[in-house]
């Protein structure tokens, strides 16, 4: 290959919110009580932001070539 290019690029999700994935449709089957104590378990570890979401970043890698 020549001509190579790569490039990291990170995007903030709001993971557990949009009932997308296996992780966020069980969160979403839970009753509102325990849905809460995880929210306080992960704003425990995790730093919230001003207006009180939890973001993740979503990291990838974009890479582009020649052969």
């Keep these: 290959m020549r001509s190579v290019a790569v490039r990291a690029i990170e995007i903030s999700t709001q993971p557990f919110l949009g009932k997308t994935?296996?992780?966020?449709?069980y969160l979403a089957s839970l009753e509102p009580e325990v849905r809460h104590a995880i929210r306080r378990r992960l704003e425990s570890r995790l730093a919230p932001?001003?207006?009180?979401?939890?973001?993740l970043a979503a990291p990838a890698w974009a890479v582009q070539g020649v052969v």
């Design 21 to 25: 994935g296996a992780a966020p449709t």
């Design 49 to 55: 932001t001003e207006n009180g979401s939890i973001e």
